[in-house]
Structure formats: C-alpha cells, structure tokens
C-alpha cells in the first residue's frame, strides 16, 4: 500500500532558512532604515508617557474618554488606571500603552492609504486580499521567528511585530467603508463635478470614517494582543510581568499582569468602540459639503441652487 511517508520529502525549511538567511545578510540596510523611525517614535512616546505624574495620567485619560466617549467610560477608565497602579504594576502598563499608541500611528498611516488604494482599484485589491488573508491567519508565535533574525531581540522588534500583526483589519475595514458607500451618493457628486480627490475627501472618507474607526478598534485589540506575545523575544511591557511570572511559577505576579492588561484593554476598546459610532448628523453635514463645493463654493449666485440641492438631498 502506498503511503504518505513514501514521498519524497521537499527541504522546504531548509530553503526557508537558507532565504531569511540571505535577506538578513544583504538587505540589512533596508531593515535598519525600516527600524529607525519605529525606534525614533516609540522611545518619544514611551518618555512621553512615563514623565507624566500619575494623577495627570489618570486625569488626561478621564478626559479623553469623557470627550470621545461617555461619562461612565471615563469614570471606569479612571478607576482602571488606579487599580493597575495599586497592584504594582503601573510602569509595565504605560510601557504597554506606549507600545500600542505606537502602533496605532504606523498602522493608520501605512494601512489607511493600502486601503484606499484597495478601494479604488480592483487590480490592487485582488493582489492585497491574500496577503492579508495569510497575514490574518498566520499564528502570532510565527511572526517573531523572522522578526528576530531580521530586526534582533528588544522592545523595537517587538514592535515591528505589533505594527504588522495589528495592520491587516484597518486595511480590510478601510477598503470596506469606502467600497459601501450607497452608489446614490458617489453618482451625485459626481453629477455635480466633483474630481476623483473631491469624491474622496468630501463623500466617500467622511461616510466611511465609522467603518474606519471600527477597524480602528480592532487594530488596537488585535495590537493589545501582539504586546504580550512579544514578551518572548525581549519586549517590555504587561506581557513581560506574565512570561516572568509564568517562568517563575508566580501565578499571582501572572495573574496580576493579565488583570493589569484586562482592564487596559477595556479601556481602549470602549473608547475606540464609541468613536466608531456613526453620528446623527453626518449626512446633513455632507449635504452642505456638496452644496458649497459644487455649486455656490465660487460665490456667484446660482439661478438653479435651491433645484440642485433639492436634488442632491433626494439622492442622499
């Protein structure tokens, strides 16, 4: 009977290895200039961070999630922050904060204009769609095998780990939010001579700005994440208090680093989650965009203006 185990067997992990061995070798310089800005805003908002007294931190996070949330949110985000200062653990979780504020900005400054390019052209989206499919399902644990042989070990990698792990669903929701704009909408601006820029900026980001935001979101737990698994290759942070714990049989110092990293979750999750709520009166604010734009925005009176946005009214 002829078996699986008679076929010949294809050296693949050697030729894995011997091609991530050559990248290293010969595209160092590229990986250098890749890390250098990574390095350059991490540490800025890691000292950022931590030169901030504890009652400013606690006070500046209740604030912001009294302004882009709710007053119970902000409240909770508050008592949070006080309840990881109380188990001792308060430098891990702004070293943790800083890691994910991080990559929040590399990842909407990368992975908002993949997803744009996405939304505007079939051809690029038919390349992008597996890479993110590959990317979404590889095991987190197998990003860190080529990040150490490409960027080294530390908090810096770790964070190149965070920002392409964490990419992938702001990417899909940005490409989603601009692809579900109602065709209505897109046909009367362009009915009114709005040019490929005008229909981006002025129609279709600031309706799919919701969907963006909830991709938001999920970058930033996606990221959250990714900060504890790369505690293994030297990361500093919450992550780091539970692998240490964990290789000391500490379950109390463990449980003290997953709590801590619970409650800083929440925290992101339910403010992100309320930005990502479509507001009541967007679609009225987008009616007057188009009005001004593409028909009095040159101040000369229009016989037809009162016809026109009656019309565009109509269409949205």
Known sequence: MFKADD????PIAQWIQLGVQWVALH????????KWPIERLLEFNNSM???????????????????????GIAVFSATGLVAIAAMGVWSDAITT??????AIVFCAVIGIPIGIFC???????????PILDIMQTTPT?????????????GTVPGEVAVVITAMPPLIRFTHLGIRMVEHEIVEAGLAFGANRRQLLWEVQLPLAIPTILGGLNQTVLTAMVM???VAMIGAEGLGLVVLQGLGRLDVGQAAVGGIAIVLLAMMLDRITQKLAQPRPGARATLVSTLVRLFVGSRGVPDPVTSERQHDVKEAL
């Not at 961070?49 to 007053?71: G, T």
């Open 7 to 10: 076929l010949a067997v294809l």
């Open 27 to 34: 595209l160092r310089p590229i990986f250098l200039v890749i």
């Open 49 to 71: 961070l931590h030169a901030l007294p504890f009652p400013v931190m606690v006070l500046l996070m209740f604030l912001i999630a009294w302004r882009f949330a709710s007053l």
């Open 97 to 102: 904060l800083s890691l994910i504020a991080t």
């Open 119 to 129: 939304a505007r052209s079939e051809r690029v989206w038919r390349i992008v769609r």
């Open 141 to 153: 644990f197998v990003y860190l095998v080529p990040v150490v042989m490409l960027f080294g070990v």
């Open 227 to 229: 900060s504890v698994v």
